[in-house]
């Protein structure tokens, strides 16, 4: 069983900064890559930024130059951290791995997708 576990969310002002951590846990073999999501109210979930287990990274246009992608491939973790945040950041942010290969009871199981429960960020005006 494979679980996203993520951190780091909570209350900031405008002009701020957050940091997410997002920890993958089980036997883990392989991560193909991490990303962070990000859902509004009343808004569809949008990526927001992209990291393979190459180091490649893609950032929404939103976020570019504000947040940085990076990742810990020892640890099978990766991190968001978001800097000069504003209002129309706050969203839920999830954590979403593809490709896991984990080890399973009955040997190695290739995950297409995990997701994670989200952890809340609210940006003050």
């Known amino acids: 069983q494979v679980q996203l576990l993520e951190s780091g969310g909570g209350f900031v002002q405008a002009g701020g900064s957050l940091r997410l951590a997002c920890e993958a846990s089980?036997?883990?073999?392989?991560?193909?890559?991490m990303d962070w999501y990000r859902q509004a109210p009343e808004k569809e979930r949008e990526l927001v930024a992209a990291?393979?287990?190459?180091?490649?990274?893609v950032y929404a246009d939103s976020v570019k130059g504000r947040f940085t992608i990076s990742a810990d491939n020892a640890k099978n973790t990766t991190y968001l951290q978001m800097n000069s945040l504003k209002p129309e950041d706050t969203a839920v942010y999830f954590c979403?791995?593809?490709?896991?290969?984990?080890?399973?009871?009955?040997?190695?199981?290739?995950?297409?997708?995990?997701w994670g429960q989200g952890t809340l960020v609210t940006v003050a005006s």
């Open positions: 979403h791995a593809v490709r896991v290969v984990a080890g399973t009871q009955s040997g190695p199981y290739r995950y297409p997708e995990v």
């Open positions: 089980g036997i883990i073999f392989s991560i193909n890559g």
């Open positions: 990291i393979t287990s190459g180091g490649s990274t």
